[in-house]
Protein backbone atom coordinates (compact mmCIF):
# COMPACT_ATOMS: atom_id res chain seq x y z
CA UNK A 1 0.00 0.00 0.00
CA UNK A 2 1.10 3.77 -0.65
CA UNK A 3 1.38 5.49 2.74
CA UNK A 4 1.47 8.93 2.36
CA UNK A 5 2.49 11.49 5.68
CA UNK A 6 1.97 14.80 6.12
CA UNK A 7 4.32 17.69 7.53
CA UNK A 8 3.84 19.80 10.23
CA UNK A 9 0.84 17.85 11.55
CA UNK A 10 -0.03 20.93 13.50
CA UNK A 11 0.52 24.79 12.51
CA UNK A 12 -0.36 28.04 13.93
CA UNK A 13 -0.52 31.60 11.45
CA UNK A 14 -1.64 34.66 11.46
CA UNK A 15 -4.14 36.21 9.23
CA UNK A 16 -2.30 37.54 6.29
CA UNK A 17 0.18 35.06 6.51
CA UNK A 18 1.47 32.21 3.67
CA UNK A 19 1.44 28.66 5.15
CA UNK A 20 2.88 25.52 2.77
CA UNK A 21 2.15 22.13 3.67
CA UNK A 22 4.08 18.96 2.81
CA UNK A 23 2.57 15.55 1.18
CA UNK A 24 5.11 12.65 0.80
CA UNK A 25 4.07 9.27 -0.57
CA UNK A 26 6.04 6.14 0.12
CA UNK A 27 6.13 5.69 -3.95
CA UNK A 28 5.91 7.60 -6.72
CA UNK A 29 2.25 8.34 -7.72
CA UNK A 30 2.60 10.68 -10.83
CA UNK A 31 0.23 13.76 -10.25
CA UNK A 32 -2.48 11.20 -8.55
CA UNK A 33 -2.96 13.62 -5.26
CA UNK A 34 -6.06 15.35 -4.33
CA UNK A 35 -6.49 17.72 -1.58
CA UNK A 36 -9.27 18.79 0.81
CA UNK A 37 -9.65 20.73 3.52
CA UNK A 38 -12.22 19.70 6.95
CA UNK A 39 -14.01 22.23 9.11
CA UNK A 40 -15.02 21.09 12.54
CA UNK A 41 -18.04 19.02 12.43
CA UNK A 42 -17.94 19.41 8.67
CA UNK A 43 -17.45 17.04 5.41
CA UNK A 44 -14.53 17.37 3.56
CA UNK A 45 -14.38 19.80 0.30
CA UNK A 46 -11.83 18.96 -2.40
CA UNK A 47 -9.57 22.02 -2.99
CA UNK A 48 -7.28 20.29 -5.50
CA UNK A 49 -6.80 17.50 -7.63
CA UNK A 50 -4.42 15.93 -10.34
CA UNK A 51 -1.80 17.44 -7.29
CA UNK A 52 -2.29 21.58 -9.09
CA UNK A 53 -6.25 21.93 -10.72
CA UNK A 54 -8.22 24.04 -7.92
CA UNK A 55 -11.63 22.99 -8.17
CA UNK A 56 -14.27 25.46 -9.07
CA UNK A 57 -14.97 27.82 -6.14
CA UNK A 58 -11.96 27.81 -4.66
CA UNK A 59 -9.89 30.95 -3.66
CA UNK A 60 -7.05 31.56 -5.73
CA UNK A 61 -4.52 32.00 -3.15
CA UNK A 62 -4.75 28.05 -2.56
CA UNK A 63 -2.72 26.26 -4.95
CA UNK A 64 -1.11 22.62 -5.21
CA UNK A 65 1.98 21.68 -6.79
CA UNK A 66 4.52 18.87 -6.68
CA UNK A 67 4.56 15.03 -8.82
CA UNK A 68 6.41 11.91 -8.14
CA UNK A 69 6.40 11.77 -4.49
CA UNK A 70 6.56 15.39 -2.79
CA UNK A 71 3.61 17.44 -3.03
CA UNK A 72 2.46 20.65 -1.43
CA UNK A 73 -0.73 22.74 -0.35
CA UNK A 74 0.18 26.69 0.01
CA UNK A 75 -2.38 29.19 1.33
CA UNK A 76 -1.32 32.57 0.92
CA UNK A 77 -2.90 35.32 2.43
CA UNK A 78 -4.22 32.93 4.80
CA UNK A 79 -7.88 34.26 6.34
CA UNK A 80 -10.30 32.98 9.44
CA UNK A 81 -12.07 30.68 7.61
CA UNK A 82 -9.14 28.77 6.46
CA UNK A 83 -9.29 27.23 10.19
CA UNK A 84 -9.77 23.82 9.33
CA UNK A 85 -7.66 19.74 8.95
CA UNK A 86 -6.33 19.76 5.27
CA UNK A 87 -5.97 16.41 4.02
CA UNK A 88 -3.72 14.60 0.93
CA UNK A 89 -5.17 11.27 -0.76
CA UNK A 90 -3.55 9.56 -3.38
CA UNK A 91 -5.42 8.31 -5.89
CA UNK A 92 -3.03 6.40 -8.10
CA UNK A 93 -3.62 3.11 -6.63
CA UNK A 94 -5.95 1.00 -4.66
CA UNK A 95 -6.54 1.32 -1.54
CA UNK A 96 -6.35 5.01 -1.68
CA UNK A 97 -5.09 5.93 1.07
CA UNK A 98 -5.19 9.49 3.25
CA UNK A 99 -2.66 11.48 4.84
CA UNK A 100 -2.93 11.72 8.49
CA UNK A 101 -3.87 15.61 8.30
CA UNK A 102 -2.70 19.20 8.54
CA UNK A 103 -4.38 21.27 11.29
CA UNK A 104 -4.37 24.56 10.87
CA UNK A 105 -5.13 26.88 13.29
CA UNK A 106 -5.52 31.26 13.41
CA UNK A 107 -3.45 32.87 15.87
CA UNK B 1 -27.99 20.83 -7.49
CA UNK B 2 -25.45 17.73 -6.41
CA UNK B 3 -26.54 16.12 -3.28
CA UNK B 4 -25.65 12.97 -1.01
CA UNK B 5 -27.75 11.55 1.75
CA UNK B 6 -26.08 9.20 3.69
CA UNK B 7 -28.88 6.98 6.47
CA UNK B 8 -28.75 3.94 8.10
CA UNK B 9 -26.04 4.76 11.41
CA UNK B 10 -26.85 3.93 14.88
CA UNK B 11 -26.04 2.06 18.02
CA UNK B 12 -25.38 -1.56 17.28
CA UNK B 13 -23.81 -4.68 19.22
CA UNK B 14 -20.14 -5.77 18.70
CA UNK B 15 -21.04 -8.55 15.82
CA UNK B 16 -23.76 -6.73 14.39
CA UNK B 17 -24.66 -5.37 10.95
CA UNK B 18 -25.65 -2.43 9.37
CA UNK B 19 -26.70 -1.28 5.83
CA UNK B 20 -25.90 2.19 5.01
CA UNK B 21 -27.47 3.89 2.58
CA UNK B 22 -26.51 7.04 0.45
CA UNK B 23 -29.12 8.63 -1.27
CA UNK B 24 -28.21 10.61 -4.64
CA UNK B 25 -29.72 13.38 -6.29
CA UNK B 26 -28.95 15.64 -9.13
CA UNK B 27 -26.70 12.72 -11.08
CA UNK B 28 -27.10 9.26 -11.79
CA UNK B 29 -25.31 6.78 -9.40
CA UNK B 30 -25.01 4.31 -12.50
CA UNK B 31 -22.51 7.21 -14.26
CA UNK B 32 -20.17 8.03 -11.44
CA UNK B 33 -17.53 6.24 -9.81
CA UNK B 34 -18.39 6.39 -6.26
CA UNK B 35 -16.59 5.86 -2.58
CA UNK B 36 -17.15 4.93 0.96
CA UNK B 37 -15.14 7.23 3.64
CA UNK B 38 -14.99 7.12 7.46
CA UNK B 39 -13.43 8.64 10.08
CA UNK B 40 -13.77 7.89 13.82
CA UNK B 41 -13.81 10.57 16.41
CA UNK B 42 -11.01 12.38 16.72
CA UNK B 43 -8.99 10.75 13.35
CA UNK B 44 -7.92 11.24 10.46
CA UNK B 45 -10.29 9.62 7.43
CA UNK B 46 -10.43 6.21 6.40
CA UNK B 47 -10.67 5.22 2.40
CA UNK B 48 -12.94 2.44 2.99
CA UNK B 49 -14.52 1.25 -0.29
CA UNK B 50 -15.24 2.10 -4.49
CA UNK B 51 -17.30 1.18 -7.05
CA UNK B 52 -16.79 1.91 -10.58
CA UNK B 53 -19.04 3.34 -12.98
CA UNK B 54 -19.95 0.43 -15.06
CA UNK B 55 -19.79 -1.23 -11.50
CA UNK B 56 -17.79 -4.18 -12.25
CA UNK B 57 -14.87 -3.07 -10.14
CA UNK B 58 -15.02 -3.01 -6.60
CA UNK B 59 -12.17 -2.65 -3.96
CA UNK B 60 -11.70 -2.23 -0.15
CA UNK B 61 -9.04 -1.25 2.75
CA UNK B 62 -7.58 -4.41 4.27
CA UNK B 63 -9.18 -3.37 7.18
CA UNK B 64 -12.93 -4.26 6.28
CA UNK B 65 -12.50 -6.19 3.15
CA UNK B 66 -14.42 -9.71 3.62
CA UNK B 67 -16.97 -7.63 6.39
CA UNK B 68 -18.06 -4.86 4.27
CA UNK B 69 -20.13 -5.14 0.41
CA UNK B 70 -20.45 -1.91 -1.54
CA UNK B 71 -23.26 -2.31 -4.02
CA UNK B 72 -25.31 0.31 -5.85
CA UNK B 73 -29.13 0.01 -6.75
CA UNK B 74 -29.55 2.33 -10.43
CA UNK B 75 -33.18 2.34 -10.21
CA UNK B 76 -33.51 4.48 -6.66
CA UNK B 77 -30.01 6.32 -7.29
CA UNK B 78 -28.41 4.89 -4.34
CA UNK B 79 -25.12 3.81 -3.11
CA UNK B 80 -24.86 1.37 0.01
CA UNK B 81 -22.39 -0.26 2.46
CA UNK B 82 -23.05 -2.94 3.92
CA UNK B 83 -21.32 -3.61 7.29
CA UNK B 84 -20.87 -6.61 9.15
CA UNK B 85 -18.80 -8.71 12.26
CA UNK B 86 -18.49 -4.95 13.77
CA UNK B 87 -15.99 -4.04 16.72
CA UNK B 88 -15.62 -0.86 18.74
CA UNK B 89 -12.74 0.30 15.92
CA UNK B 90 -15.87 0.90 13.06
CA UNK B 91 -17.06 3.53 15.49
CA UNK B 92 -16.92 6.00 13.26
CA UNK B 93 -18.56 8.49 10.81
CA UNK B 94 -19.12 6.77 7.32
CA UNK B 95 -19.19 9.32 4.53
CA UNK B 96 -20.08 8.27 0.70
CA UNK B 97 -18.23 10.84 -2.08
CA UNK B 98 -18.77 10.90 -5.59
CA UNK B 99 -15.94 10.12 -8.56
CA UNK B 100 -12.16 8.85 -7.71
CA UNK B 101 -10.98 12.00 -6.87
CA UNK B 102 -14.24 12.60 -4.21
CA UNK B 103 -15.95 16.29 -5.55
CA UNK B 104 -18.87 15.77 -3.32
CA UNK B 105 -19.74 14.07 0.15
CA UNK B 106 -22.69 13.54 2.23
CA UNK B 107 -22.91 14.68 5.95
CA UNK B 108 -22.33 11.30 7.05
CA UNK B 109 -23.85 9.16 9.32
CA UNK B 110 -22.68 8.20 12.73
CA UNK B 111 -22.33 4.60 13.60
CA UNK B 112 -21.38 3.63 17.35
CA UNK B 113 -20.31 -0.31 17.91
CA UNK B 114 -20.75 -0.72 21.86
CA UNK B 115 -22.39 -2.99 24.30
Known amino acids: DIQLTQSPSFLSASVGDSVTITCRAS??????LAWYQQRPGKAPKLLIS???TLQSGVPSRVSGSGTGTEFTLTISSLQPEDSATYYC?????????FGPGTKVDIK | EVQLVESGGGLVQPGGSLRLSCAVS????????MNWVRQAPGKGLEWLSY????????FYADSVRGRFTISRDNANNSLYLQINSLTAEDTAVYYCARRAVCDFWGQGTLVTVSS
Open chain 1, 89 to 97: QQLDTFPRT
Open chain 2, 26 to 33: GFPVSSYE
Open chain 1, 27 to 32: QGISTY
Open chain 1, 50 to 52: AAS
Open chain 2, 51 to 58: ISSSGRNL
